[in-house]
């Protein structure tokens, strides 16, 4: 396994690139299935979701939008368990329907959240796609609808995700060697 320094911490590979794109397809294939017809409105969440948000998009063949908003939840490599939200939405949401596009779901805390506010601002239907998901770790009532890979409740970096804001540029992920 190749392994990668990204500042203090050592990390070595855990699901390459040619796993990671077959998961984005997979996800699009049923977003294209189960929302035909629907127009809906993508909403990335900044900053981890981007690179799943890009590649997603190239999947997706329905009619929809995408947009972003900008939380933040994690200091170092733990969770706070408070989010904050840096940049917020500026669409209409009314009747729309809304897909939350995460890059990893853990305890559940932000796409919990994110529902909620989605949902008081007039969405008809929010559903969550995430590029990754730790089912040890999820703490909420409703699991995302549309799942890349389930994970292993480990530290990982690469695809979008980050160490203390380094390590997101690399094509794979990598879990931290503990």
Request: proline share 3%.
């Given at each position: 396994?190749?392994?990668?320094?990204?500042?203090?911490?050592?990390?070595?590979?855990?699901?390459?690139?040619?796993?990671?794109?077959?998961?984005?397809?997979?996800?699009?294939?049923?977003?294209?299935?189960?929302?035909?017809?629907?127009d809906p409105l993508?909403?990335?969440?900044?900053?981890?979701?981007?690179?799943?948000?890009?590649?997603?998009?190239?999947?997706?063949?329905?009619?929809?939008?995408?947009?972003f908003v900008k939380?933040?939840?994690?200091?170092?490599?733990?969770?706070?368990?408070?989010?904050?939200?840096?940049?917020?939405?500026?669409?209409?949401l009314d009747g729309?329907?809304?897909?939350?596009?995460?890059?990893?779901?853990?305890?559940?805390?932000?796409?919990?959240?994110?529902?909620?506010?989605?949902?008081?601002?007039?969405?008809?239907?929010?559903?969550?796609?995430?590029?990754?998901?730790?089912?040890?770790?999820?703490?909420?009532?409703?699991?995302?609808?549309?799942?890349?890979?389930?994970?292993?409740?480990?530290?990982?970096?690469?695809?979008?995700?980050?160490?203390?804001?380094?390590?997101?540029?690399?094509?794979?992920?990598?879990?931290?060697?503990?």
């Amino acid at each position: 396994m190749a392994k990668v320094r990204v500042l203090d911490k050592e990390f070595e590979t855990s699901i390459p690139e040619s796993a990671i794109q077959d998961a984005v397809r997979a996800v699009a294939e049923k977003i294209n299935r189960d929302l035909e017809g629907k127009d809906p409105l993508f909403v990335c969440i900044l900053n981890g979701a981007f690179m799943f948000a890009a590649d997603l998009m190239k999947c997706v063949s329905i009619p929809c939008e995408i947009s972003f908003v900008k939380v933040a939840s994690y200091a170092g490599t733990s969770t706070t368990g408070k989010v904050k939200e840096l940049i917020g939405f500026n669409e209409n949401l009314d009747g729309r329907t809304v897909v939350l596009v995460e890059d990893i779901v853990d305890t559940g805390i932000t796409i919990d959240m994110l529902r909620k506010q989605v949902s008081a601002k007039g969405a008809a239907d929010v559903r969550v796609a995430t590029m990754l998901y730790k089912p040890d770790s999820f703490r909420m009532d409703i699991k995302p609808e549309y799942i890349g890979l389930n994970i292993p409740n480990d530290f990982i970096v690469g695809h979008g995700l980050d160490y203390n804001g380094y390590g997101r540029n690399l094509k794979d992920i990598y879990t931290l060697i503990q």
